[in-house]
Nanobody
Framework: QVQLVESGGGLVQAGGSLRLSCAAS???????????MGWYRQAPGKQRELAAV???????NYAEAVKGRFTISRDNAKNTVYLQMNSLKPEDTAVYYC????????WGQGTQVTVSA
């Protein structure tokens, strides 16, 4: 089992920045099996969608809507993944969920990001 705890959400004006963090905990065996970690987001009335993912080796993938503005990074020693969000837009408003994948998929509880115009 893997537990994910997100932090760093909040309210920011358009053009501002936020940094999300997600710390994974659990058995050493489970943590060692985590390959991909990532951030997904769900806006009101919309389906959950990918924002960014990163593999254990550091390969990244971003949604087109966030490319050039968001940066995902990972500290394997701390079992933590980060999402640096710059030049935020009102359309980035959503609940942001951390996801970790082994042979199973684990989700965090979500953190609200609200961007005001």
């Amino acid at each position: 089992q893997v537990q994910l705890v997100e932090s760093g959400g909040g309210l920011v004006q358009a053009g501002g920045s936020l940094r999300l963090s997600c710390a994974a905990s659990g058995s050493i065996f489970s943590i060692a099996r985590i390959n991909t970690m990532g951030w997904y987001r769900q806006a009101p009335g919309k389906q959950r969608e990918l924002a960014a993912v990163i593999t254990r080796g550091g390969a990244t993938n971003y949604a087109e809507a966030v490319k050039g503005r968001f940066t995902i990074s990972r500290d394997n020693a701390k079992n933590t993944v980060y999402l640096q969000m710059n030049s935020l837009k009102p359309e980035d408003t959503a609940v942001y969920y951390c996801r970790a994948a082994t042979n199973d998929v684990y989700w965090g509880q979500g953190t609200q990001v609200t961007v005001s115009a």
